[in-house]
């Protein structure tokens, strides 16, 4: 019996860990479906080359209503009477924000709506498909195979941890929406408990990545 989930979601799969975690899931023949969401599919050169297909390269932008609607439409369509076992919520950005940088609303707001308010909008309109997934398995049993949330969250998001403030690192707004996302996480647990959804925040590392810069002691390889 297989233990890997038969459809799954990333989004912001164009590059970086989104695309990497997609690299690596076509590895898997027991997958059926992988959908893989990018803000310009025709631009996203890795994915296509990937050629499988089994991957359904979709157009995502995650701070627009109207594109969220067609993409979660479009993955209904898809993965069908399946549903959903896996959601990886991936897509994210980072802005430059300092304690002592000049106050900007639309930074602050630009920075929630895309890594976390987005998170938290596209969960719970995929979340009748997920339900539905894990609803094909008996028991009380947690598992990608059955149904997860996978939430992209980040080193930077700890309170408890953080000791560099952001003339170090000037990441306020970045680490605060982090930190609202694993707040997220751990609400999800409970409330989706009785449904049967694994809900994780993941925190895969400081890699070179756009996001990361070159500096950063990993690659997506290692």
Known sequence: ??????TIVVTGANRGIGLTIVQQLVKD????????????????T???????????????????????????????E????????????NAGAAFEY?????????????????????VVLLTQKLLPLLRKAASKQSGDQLSISRSAVINISS??????????GTDVIPVLAYSMSK????????????????????TVS????????????PNAPLTVRK
Not at 29 to 44: L, P
Not at 155 to 164: H, M, P
């Open 1 to 6: 019996m297989s233990h890997s989930p038969k």
């Open 98 to 118: 300092r304690t002592k940088s000049t106050p900007s609303r639309s930074i602050l707001t630009e920075q929630f709506d895309v890594n976390t308010v987005s």
């Open 179 to 198: 930190t609202a996302i694993n707040q997220f996480t751990k609400t999800l647990s409970i409330d989706l408990k009785n449904d049967h959804i694994l």
């Open 46 to 76: 890795d994915l296509h080359a990937l050629q499988d297909p089994r991957l359904h390269i979709l157009p995502l932008s995650v701070t627009s209503d109207e594109s969220m609607d067609n993409f979660v439409g479009k993955v209904k």
């Open 155 to 164: 080193g930077l998001a700890t309170i408890s941890g953080n000791n560099w």
């Open 202 to 213: 993941f925190e895969p590392g400081w890699i070179q990545t756009n996001l990361g810069g």
């Open 78 to 89: 898809i993965v069908g009477d399946d549903g959903l076992n896996v959601l990886v919520n």
């Open 29 to 44: 023949k027991n997958i059926k479906t992988i959908i893989a969401s990018a803000r310009d599919v025709k631009n996203a």
